[in-house]
C-alpha cells in the first residue's frame, strides 16, 4: 500500500506542476518569458554557428598549408 500511495503523491505532484506551468507559460508573464528565450537561444545560435565557421576556417588553411608544403 506505501508504494501505492507513494505513486499517487509523485503523480498528483507531476500533475500539479504541469498545470501551473501551463498556467504560467499561458500569461502575459509566460509569453514574454517565451519570447525571451527564443531571443536568448537564436543569440547562442548565431554566436555557435559563427564559431563553428570560424574554426572550419581556421583548419581549412591549416590543412591546405600543410598540403601546400608537401
Same mark, same amino acid.
Given at each position: 500500500?506505501?508504494?501505492?500511495?507513494?505513486?499517487?503523491? +509523485? +503523480?498528483?505532484?507531476?500533475?500539479?506542476?504541469?498545470?501551473?506551468?501551463?498556467?504560467?507559460?499561458?500569461?502575459?508573464?509566460?509569453?514574454? +518569458?517565451?519570447?525571451?528565450?527564443?531571443?536568448?537561444? @537564436?543569440?547562442?545560435?548565431?554566436?555557435?554557428?559563427?564559431?563553428?565557421?570560424?574554426?572550419?576556417? @581556421?583548419?581549412?588553411?591549416?590543412?591546405?598549408?600543410?598540403?601546400?608544403?608537401?
Amino acid at each position: 500500500m506505501s508504494s501505492n500511495k507513494s505513486s499517487l503523491l +509523485f +503523480f498528483l505532484a507531476g500533475t500539479a506542476i504541469g498545470v501551473s506551468a501551463g498556467l504560467y507559460l499561458n500569461s502575459k508573464k509566460g509569453k514574454e +518569458f517565451r519570447k525571451n528565450v527564443a531571443n536568448k537561444a @537564436s543569440d547562442l545560435e548565431s554566436k555557435v554557428e559563427e564559431k563553428v565557421k570560424s574554426a572550419y576556417e @581556421s583548419i581549412k588553411s591549416k590543412v591546405n598549408d600543410k598540403v601546400s608544403a608537401v
